[in-house]
């Protein structure tokens, strides 16, 4: 069992940046393959970045790749999305997810056990 805790959130102009945080606790979270979900108003919540266990492998949904990192600092048990360069249709909440199965295809919701409860992104045009 893994509990997980996203943070960083907040209100941001276009064109800004922001760093969110999954903090998991209960598990080594090194051991997971970790994603990060965003679900805006109205929409299915959708796949936006994932990790692998070490950190070797990411996966970037096309309308992010360039803009955001996902990255894993394993001391701190901790993963990370940096986004850069916001759009105002990145507004949403973001969750955090972990598998210890890495999921087939990662953008998969089904294939994630653990989510966390989510923090809102705000991108004011």
């Known amino acids: 069992q893994v509990q997980l805790v996203e943070s960083g959130g907040g209100l941001v102009q276009a064109g800004g940046s922001l760093r969110l945080s999954c903090a998991a606790s209960?598990?080594?979270?090194?051991?997971?393959?970790t994603g990060w979900f965003r679900q805006a108003p109205g929409k299915e919540r959708e796949f936006v970045a994932g990790i692998s266990w070490g950190g070797g492998s990411t996966y970037y949904v096309d309308s992010v790749k360039g803009r955001f990192t996902i990255y894993r600092d394993i001391a701190q048990n901790t993963v990370y999305l940096q986004m850069g360069n916001l759009k105002s249709e990145d507004t949403a909440v973001y969750y955090c997810?972990?598998?210890?199965?890495?999921?087939?295809?990662?953008?998969?919701?089904?294939?994630?056990?653990?989510w966390g409860q989510g923090t809102q992104v705000t991108v004011s045009s």
């Open positions: 209960g598990r080594t979270f090194s051991r997971y393959f």
């Open positions: 997810a972990a598998t210890t199965i890495s999921p087939i295809p990662p953008a998969a919701k089904e294939g994630y056990d653990y």
